[in-house]
């Protein structure tokens, strides 16, 4: 499972432990082979659950580029990850 997906999922938040891991997913972004659309689903969801700010982020997931074509994901979770 994801961790932070799990820990939104029970309404479990700190704030230091999802910047950090914000922080290397954000990195795995940019790797090849990036990261999966499920995980990038998966962190987009578990901080918005939580109200957790993406801010700092935000340059490295606007600029992701799936390995995969975003026409295999279904719409309603698309407009999910949109918020």
Not at 11 to 22: C, L, M, N, R, W
Not at 33 to 40: A, K, R, S, V
Not at 48 to 59: D, G, Q, R, V
Request: proline content about 6%; hydrophobic content about 35%; charged content about 20%.
């Amino acid at each position: 499972g994801f961790p932070l997906f799990a820990l939104s999922r029970l309404g479990i938040y700190d704030e230091k432990v999802f910047q950090t891991a914000s922080g290397l997913l954000a990195a795995k972004l940019s790797e090849d082979p990036p990261l999966p659309t499920q995980g990038l689903r998966q962190w987009l969801l578990a901080c918005n659950s939580l109200n957790h700010s993406l801010t700092e982020f935000s340059e490295s997931i606007a600029g992701y580029k799936p390995s995969e074509s975003w026409v295999k994901e279904e719409d309603s979770r698309l407009h999910q990850m949109a918020g």
